[in-house]
């Protein structure tokens, strides 16, 4: 992902930011007890960059409230304090995956990682052809390949072509293309209410 792009939710961090994100830093290894040096700063700062700095800060006071060790957070724990645990996003994802199923109409997700996965499960229109008996078993490999894909990240937005869209291209009948129905990352909004019924 470029250091210049914007996500939907809002700007992500650029070397422009690196200063306040060594703040943050420091502030973390004060509060653990522990010392922090400008390379781990650098280190972290190179794998947390692709995400907004608002994000950021509030994983850090999340991460700093409720740790009971006087160790630094690894940068595993700092992602999973962002964007919650992946199993979790999983699940999400993939009712988002079902919720949007459409045969006819172009779509495309927000969430980059659910593109791999439709990829790996065959495509979008072998998603849109499951049967009702067949999801607790798709299901399951969804959520083992947005895992998968997940830790690999993050990847890029990817339309997938309906069926209107790909007959009226083919024909030239680009006039006639409907727009593309844009599946916003549900996690994004989602997460407390799933972690919740799961906990149920």
Known sequence: MAQNEKTSKGR?????????????????????????????????????????????????NAVIRTRTTASFPKIAEILEAVNGKVEDRAEIAFQ????????????????????????????????????ED??????????????????RGPWPIKKFIGEIEANNSLRGFTDMIPPTIQIEDANQVALPRVKKELKA
């Open 12 to 60: 992500i961090m650029t070397n422009s930011d690196e200063e306040r994100f060594a703040k943050l830093m420091l502030e973390m290894a004060e509060a653990v007890s522990q010392e922090v040096s400008p390379f781990k700063i650098e280190i972290y700062f190179k794998h947390l960059v692709d995400l907004r700095y608002e994000d950021i800060e509030r994983a850090f």
């Open 96 to 131: 988002s995956v079902l919720h949007s199923k459409n045969f006819y109409a172009s779509v495309e997700f927000e969430d980059g990682t659910i593109g791999k996965v439709i990829d790996a499960m065959g495509g979008y229109q072998a998603i849109c052809d499951w049967q």
């Open 134 to 151: 067949e999801i607790k078993w798709h299901r399951k490999e969804f959520v083992k390949l947005y895992a998968m894909y997940d830790a």
